[in-house]
């Protein structure tokens, strides 16, 4: 730190001297760096739902209050926001100190999914879900459709939209569970994929776009790996004979059951007291 040196106005930071070296001569020079502009913070997340036309822009050591987006699937509010003081990270996420926005709406159901595909980081088969709705109120407004995604076990996405289903005009009384179906084809899994999600998306008209909550559905990659051969062992003659004598027990049947028991004679003398008192009730 030097002495005597400080920030000048609309700036913020620590000054410190540096010796910045000419290659061509090899002269240094010394400079002062370590001051930046203060700038005020950007735009708020997306992800907090709130009214895109407030809060845009909001200068260093002060506060904003932002409502909600102005949607029918969109409640709570107001959010109280702040910038910290002497800001210098362009396009800062602003701070929010009360108030939350939440998603009021939700396909009514999902399908469990079954994959069809047995190669490994592949899926295929069909994500069906229910219409959206609010309560149980299915004349929701200002959603246009469905996009189905992958997501990690936070909710965040993973790689791009797998599809877009569109929401019909019909008019559900009640949750119809198959209402919608997307096919997927030999879809690549990408790495840290947790769940299938069917999230909403706006009409053009409203101010909320991509939903970024939604409904999970449960990823499981079926695979058959070709390298290993499941085998089922079945003692060959030469294994018989090498156990010695043995008695074959495959008279006793239970409704539904057939019992089959090969045990060698001596093993079979000494537990037949017990065999009997276990199988008596069953003859």
């Known amino acids: 730190e030097i002495i005597g040196w400080s920030c000048g106005d609309s700036y913020a930071g620590t000054p410190r001297e540096v010796c910045q070296v000419n290659e061509d001569d090899c ?6 760096k370590g001051c930046s502009l203060v700038v005020p913070c950007g735009a708020p997340a997306a992800a907090l739902l709130l009214d ?10 002060t506060t904003c209050i932002a409502q909600c987006a102005p949607e029918d699937c969109i409640g709570g509010g107001p959010v109280e926001l702040s910038c910290p003081n002497l ?14 926005c939440s998603v009021l709406c939700e396909v009514c159901s999902t399908e469990d999914f079954v994959d069809s595909d047995a190669q ?13 709705h609010k309560s149980g109120d ?9 996009r189905i995604l992958f997501v990690d076990d936070c909710g965040a996405q993973i790689g791009e939209d797998i599809g877009y289903v569109e929401k019909d005009d019909s008019e559900y009384e009640c949750c119809y569970a198959e209402a919608f179906t997307y096919k997927l084809s030999e879809v690549a899994v990408p790495t840290g994929a947790a769940y299938i999600q069917v999230s909403l998306v706006g009409t053009a008209d409203a101010t909320i776009g991509n939903y970024p ?5 449960s ?7 070709d390298s290993a051969v499941t085998t089922t062992k079945r003692a060959t003659a030469a294994a018989r004979r090498a156990q010695g004598p043995g008695v074959l027990l495959e008279s006793l049947r239970l409704p539904g059951f057939q019992l089959t028991l090969t045990l060698p004679v001596p093993l079979l003398l000494g537990q037949l007291p017990l065999l009997l008192l276990l199988l008596l009730p069953c003859l």
């Open 52 to 61: 895109p036309t407030q809060c845009q822009s909001i200068e260093e050591g």
């Open 87 to 100: 800001n210098t990270v362009i396009d800062r996420s602003p701070t929010v100190k009360s108030g939350s």
């Open 27 to 32: 002269t240094g020079e010394m400079v002062l």
């Open 219 to 225: 990823l499981t990659d079926l695979f058959q790996n």
């Open 138 to 146: 299915f004349s929701v407004t200002q959603i246009g459709g469905y």
């Open 213 to 217: 909550f939604g409904a999970k559905i």
């Open 120 to 132: 490994l980081n592949s899926i295929s088969g069909s994500v069906i879900f229910g219409p959206v």
